[in-house]
């Protein structure tokens, strides 16, 4: 099971009491208190790690607290520190606080580890309270409590290239053939309930990971369909590829302007990321009918026709019609290319095509 989104009340430990002691032993001449000091309470960390994919750990299990500090003890022995707890997460976990739904943590960066709520502190003994006036303290002070708090986690899936389109226009396809992924594949809407992640590679031994976003419909933003549910997992994603149906009743422009829409009603920056666009199942088409679809979408966006298959030409022979990479001018799509997952038509230039730009979309962040 999938969960992305779980709300979960943390508490640290309590400090342990001081304890009241006093030194009675036989030949002591001088003995007085010697009550030891409790131990402190035990810290929240979180913890990511990359091997954990889902919040779903926490479903069953949505109060976690760590171990209380112990008590003083005589000798003026300290009492053992309560145990700390550590909550691993997956990449790309938000920590919001749940009442002002602020972030209070962003955990991004494999291994890093951050300190949540830490321990209350231990109670002195009543070894600290003797003084000139008071040569026998029968009290000592109680351990000061842990802190409580309610949080949100939520996942964003962190990915290099997100694959934004209408429901059943081929998205899972295309993440099943050019990667690891096994995601459903069927004749119908909303195959795909959860997003799933794959490794590209490419026979240069680079790679990059993609992820299966759930279809997007018109108004997604304001809930319908899967809504704002699985749109916060591309907000993370370094590159967007539209997937656009050349069979769909609908338009082309009408699919990408509605797109579009959605990335720009829900955040402004998703809508401003590079992207490129795909124009999926040209197998169902003759190349005369692909060519006439193509050069109208392209001149919408003010764009020329050229060989971008050729550039990323692999083994196998790819159709003529395919658009090369051209000067982008403003937010424009990096490339336009006619597709088809089943028929195995350019799906080796795509791959080569996001290789490239994904290493100049790294090589500029390493920049920053």
């Known amino acids: 099971m999938f969960i992305d989104n779980v709300l979960l009340t943390l508490s640290s430990g309590k400090g342990g009491p001081g304890c009241v002691s006093f030194r009675r032993e036989k030949h002591v001449i001088q003995g007085g208190p010697d009550g030891g000091d409790g131990g402190k309470g035990g810290n929240i960390y979180f913890q990511v ?17 760590a171990k209380n500090g112990e008590q003083g003890m005589g000798r003026k022995m300290y009492g053992k520190s309560g145990e700390h707890l550590v909550i691993i997460v997956p990449p790309g976990t938000q920590v919001i606080d749940a009442q002002t739904n602020e972030v209070l943590l962003d955990l991004v960066e494999e291994g890093d580890k951050k300190l949540f709520l830490e321990g209350g502190i231990g109670g002195l003994g009543n070894t600290h309270f003797k003084s000139s006036t008071n040569q026998r303290p029968e009290f000592a002070q109680p351990g000061r409590p842990g802190l409580s708090k309610t949080i949100r986690l939520e996942l964003k899936l ?71 549910e699985f749109l916060r ?41 590079d992207y490129a666009i795909a124009l999926t199942r040209c197998d169902t088409l003759t190349p005369e009918e692909i060519n006439e679809k193509v050069d109208f979408f392209l001149n919408l966006l003010g764009l020329k026709r050229n060989d971008l298959a050729q550039k990323y030409k692999a083994r196998e022979d790819l159709h003529s019609y395919c658009q090369d990479v051209y000067e982008r001018d403003g937010n424009l799509p990096f490339f336009v290319m006619p597709l088809s997952s089943v028929s195995k038509i350019n799906v080796d230039p795509i791959k080569y095509a996001l290789s490239d730009v994904i290493r100049k979309v790294r090589d500029e962040e390493s920049r920053c």
Do not use: C, W
């Open 233 to 273: 997992h591309i907000e993370r994603t370094k590159f967007l590829l539209f997937m656009i149906d050349l069979a769909n009743y609908r338009s082309l422009e009408e699919q990408y302007e509605t797109l579009k829409k959605e990335l720009q009603k829900f955040s402004t920056s998703l809508s401003q990321r």
């Open 49 to 65: 790690d990359k091997n954990t994919h889902t919040l779903s750990h926490f479903r069953n299990n949505q109060h976690l607290k």
């Open 158 to 228: 962190i990915a290099d290239v997100g694959l934004v389109g209408f429901p059943n226009v081929g998205k899972s396809t295309l993440i099943s053939v050019v990667s690891n992924a096994e995601p459903e594949i069927a004749n119908y809407e909303f195959t795909t309930l959860t997003p799933k992640l794959g490794v590209v590679v490419t026979e240069d031994y680079r790679s990059y990971v993609m992820a299966d976003i759930p279809g997007i419909i018109e108004g997604a933003s304001d809930g319908k369909g899967l809504g704002i």
